[in-house]
């Protein structure tokens, strides 16, 4: 198993930027892809980007590409999201899951989340 905590969240103006960490223990990181999703009041969770085990691949949903970028560092067991030019529409807690067997968008085949880390944009 793998513990997952988020941190890095706040409130930040609109064109402002934020950097999210995921911070792993347990099980070697390196064993995961890692997965960051947002869920807004009112809306279901949903993706944000992923990372290959090795961080040689990614991918963005396109709402933040050009925006966001997801990274990993294998020997400090932390993933990262660094957002920038955030907009109102960002807002949202935001998690990160781990998964064994998959690199991708569906949330269903990460097996390990965090608790959460609120971002709040205002315009």
């Known amino acids: 198993q793998v513990q997952l905590v988020e941190s890095g969240g706040g409130l930040v103006q609109a064109g402002g930027s934020l950097r999210l960490s995921c911070a792993a223990s347990?099980?070697?990181?390196?064993?995961?892809?890692m997965g960051w999703f947002r869920q807004a009041p009112g809306n279901e969770r949903e993706f944000v980007g992923s990372i290959h085990w090795t961080g040689g691949s990614t991918y963005l949903t396109d709402s933040v590409k050009g925006r966001f970028t997801i990274s990993r560092d294998n020997a400090k067991n932390t993933l990262y999201l660094q957002m920038n030019r955030l907009k109102p529409e960002d807002t949202a807690v935001y998690y990160c899951?781990?998964?064994?067997?998959?690199?991708?968008?569906?949330?269903?085949?990460?097996?390990?989340w965090g608790q959460g880390t609120q971002v709040t944009v205002s315009s």
């Open positions: 899951g781990a998964s064994a067997s998959y690199y991708g968008t569906n949330q269903n085949a990460y097996h390990y």
């Open positions: 347990g099980r070697t990181f390196s064993s995961y892809a």
